[in-house]
């Protein structure tokens, strides 16, 4: 795979606090996409999985340090340091910036609060002092305050940007960082001081957010948050001079958004020229291929439609939906009335309720709409989403202009004629789209009581996800120019010895590439390959004549694919969530990329939407019928692993080749090698979700 590291973890293990972490993730994904995949990062998978290759940035959140030390002391600090030295990027702020230096000193002396004591990763060389300021309280606000920094602009000239003079930062319980002129000749750097009196000793000057170069890495400490933005500071009620500092901090906002943007790039990274805000969510549309199907389909909703205050509603498990129809009789307010504005208001935080409120009635002119980018962090799951069922006709241009629903069903009609030859078979016949939407896997998967009245092949998809999901959990933004949908089947449980449903992701997978290839004449030619077992790579079309076809180092991720389960009745119910890179060529590249090198057409969303599903109907039809074994020689055909060599880390390190997968349940089988890399006979079987893989740089270890 080629050297692109495009992941920003964010720490949310034992220690850190939930707030902590929601303000990392929320300032983060605006100022560094869609360049990197900002997500969070679980104790256990620092210690486990193989993060480091794609890791461009270890962020430490605020918390308490304590617990920090707790889970990652010995292997995680030790994998955190190796990373760091060997060109990774450090971000600790607050109690991620005391864990970071040689020692801590919290509070010394102050009984029930004291937290003294050497710290492993020692990236600073000396000591974090705090509190720098007096009346921290543990999960409060009563010390918080909005601390002017003075910045020292010299250090941070080569990164290029605006790099502010002053501003104020948010403050709760941080620390100094104590004698940090002293330690130039150890390559530390002052990026901002504390201007005001503290209340501990500091030293040879006021250090509050610092720089080091750490063998071939960087690291940046911070004292202060200054990844808080005011719009989400919405408590405060044990401190009464709260609503002063969101003002003053609201004031700075911009100067801090400055500030941030140049230390990540002191780090290596690219932030974004723009604020990446979140759009607000937008109106679903379902339509069907055929539009005869729409009213049966309607109809079968009547036990799970509720009427409230006027609403036709469907309350799912996850997601409330508000109902809508062409031709009624369903009906609902205009978009911009005060019950559907009110509604967004109830999950937004106190702040921003009061902006809302006095959009209502009146007392503000804005009539601008509320965007997660003017209201901070949003809970989405309590926003009422409205769903528009197209009855009477598709959804024309004006409704939904970055989707073309007439190109994407004509183009399915095309497709299944050519390789089905039954236009009725059913995969893509029914569409969910959102311009703006949460996730495709989450409104299908999460919300049963809708998901059991929709038919087999139901796709979701959307032009922006603001919750887009990966494995374990992982969350994102998923940016326009990318490819993202969601199909639902029911894979009978007796095709269990015969097809099993471990095989549904390889069928995606091969779906995909099929799909790619299908699109058009020539487009077969465009070097697409599979990692084991759900992620799509291309050859790096960056690397022009270098790029070698045949070396998987020559090749980067632009896929992925998550499939979700579960069983009732007699029928295993997948979620199959597919994300490509079409047009977007960060943070890796795109398909399109590859057709300008190529000399071909770029590809349409519509069309490709298309190409692949009725590819994965295909597959899976002959899946049913006749296992996955016949399909294996294709497979492999797109497979980056044949005869790879790997290390297995579980079993003491010893060398094995990747042989391939069974043919009964999807197993990767690995031969270990002896001397001169000869098989000794011994061969391991090895499940997708029980182990990790660092294929690309030769490792391969068992989660535990």
């Known amino acids: 795979m080629a050297d692109k590291r495009v992941n920003v973890l964010v720490y949310s293990g034992n220690g850190s606090t939930v707030e902590s972490v929601r303000h990392c993730l929320w300032s983060l994904r605006r ?362 006709s598709l959804p024309d241009t004006k409704q939904t202009p970055y989707f073309n629903h007439h190109a994407y069903f004509a183009n399915l009609a095309h497709y299944k004629k050519r390789h089905l030859h039954d236009i009725s078979e059913t995969f893509g016949n029914v569409l969910l789209y959102g311009e703006v939407v949460t996730s495709t896997n989450t409104l299908l998967e999460k919300n049963p009581k809708l998901l059991e009245k929709l038919p087999v092949g139901t796709t979701a998809t959307a032009t922006t996800q603001v919750a887009g999901r990966g494995r374990g959990n992982n969350v994102w933004v998923s940016p326009p120019g990318s490819l993202m949908f969601s199909t639902m089947l029911r894979h009978p449980i007796s095709l269990s010895t015969t097809a099993p449903v471990v095989f549904i992701q390889y069928l995606a997978a091969l779906a995909i590439v099929n799909g790619i290839h299908t699109y058009d004449r020539n487009y077969s030619l465009l070097p697409i390959k599979l990692k084991w077992p759900n992620d799509i790579y291309a050859l790096d079309p960056s690397k022009g004549k270098n790029a070698n076809p045949n070396d998987p180092k020559s090749y980067v991720k632009i896929g992925g694919i998550l499939v979700n389960s579960s069983y009732a009745g007699g029928d295993y119910t997948c979620i199959c969530g597919i994300g490509i890179n079409v047009s977007n060529t960060a943070p890796t590249t795109s398909l399109n990329a590859l057709c300008s090198a190529a000399n071909l057409a770029p590809m349409t969303l519509e069309k490709l939407l298309a190409s692949i599903v009725v590819s994965f109907e295909s597959l899976y039809l002959r899946f049913c019928n006749s296992g996955f074994s016949p399909l294996l020689d294709v497979y492999y055909k797109y497979w980056l692993h044949g005869g790879q060599i790997v290390t297995l880390e579980q079993e003491g390190g010893v060398r094995a080749r990747i042989k391939g997968i069974t043919a009964d349940w999807g197993l990767l089988v690995a031969e270990e090698l002896g001397w001169e890399d000869r098989p000794t006979g011994k061969k391991w079987e090895l499940q997708s979700d029980s182990n990790s893989f660092d294929f690309f740089r030769g490792l391969l270890k068992r989660k535990v």
């Open 31 to 392: 100022l560094l996409g869609p360049n990197y995949a900002v997500i969070p990062i679980t104790g256990e998978s620092v210690l486990k999985e193989p993060w480091t290759a794609s890791c461009a940035l270890f962020v430490m959140p605020g918390g308490a340090d304590v617990g920090y030390c707790r889970t990652l002391n010995g292997e995680g600090n030790r994998k955190i340091s190796a990373y760091v030295n060997k060109g990774g990027a450090y971000l600790g702020l607050c109690a991620g910036g005391y864990y970071a230096c040689k020692r801590c000193e919290f509070e010394a002396g102050k009984k029930g609060m004291e937290v003294c004591g050497d710290r492993e990763l020692g990236f600073y060389p000396g000591i974090c002092r705090g509190l720098a300021f007096p009346g921290f309280v543990y999960h409060s606000e009563a010390g918080a305050r909005a601390a002017e920094l003075s910045v020292n602009k010299e250090a941070l000239s080569t990164v290029g940007g605006a790099v502010p003079e002053t501003f104020r930062s948010y403050y709760n319980g941080g620390g100094v960082f104590v004698d940090a002129e002293k330690y130039k000749d150890q390559g530390v750097q002052v990026l901002a001081s504390y201007t005001e009196r503290l209340h501990v000793e500091s030293g040879e000057g006021t250090a509050a957010v610092v720089y080091r170069k750490v063998g071939e890495g960087s690291v940046v400490l911070t004292g202060p948050h200054p990844e808080f933005a005011a719009v989400n500071l919405t408590k405060g009620g044990d401190n009464p001079a709260y609503p002063r500092i969101v003002e003053a901090l609201a004031t700075d906002d911009k100067q801090r958004v400055d500030f941030m943007k140049a230390c990540l790039a002191k780090l290596g990274l690219t932030p974004s020229q723009d604020d990446q805000g979140v759009p607000s969510l937008s109106r679903l549309h379902l339509s069907t291929l055929e539009s005869s199907e729409i009213s049966d389909l309607v109809s079968s909703w009547s036990d799970i439609v509720e009427e409230v205050d006027g609403e036709s509603l469907i309350k799912g498990e996850n997601d409330t939906f508000q109902l809508e129809k062409q031709s009624g009789p369903w009906k609902s307010p205009e978009p911009t009335s005060t019950i559907g504005l009110q509604k967004v208001a109830d999950a937004l935080p106190t702040v921003v309720k009061d902006i809302v409120t006095d959009a209502l009635t009146g007392t503000s002119d804005s009539t601008k709409p509320v965007t997660e980018t003017d209201a901070g962090i949003v809970d989405y799951d309590k926003i009422t989403k409205k769903l528009l069922v197209h009855d009477t």
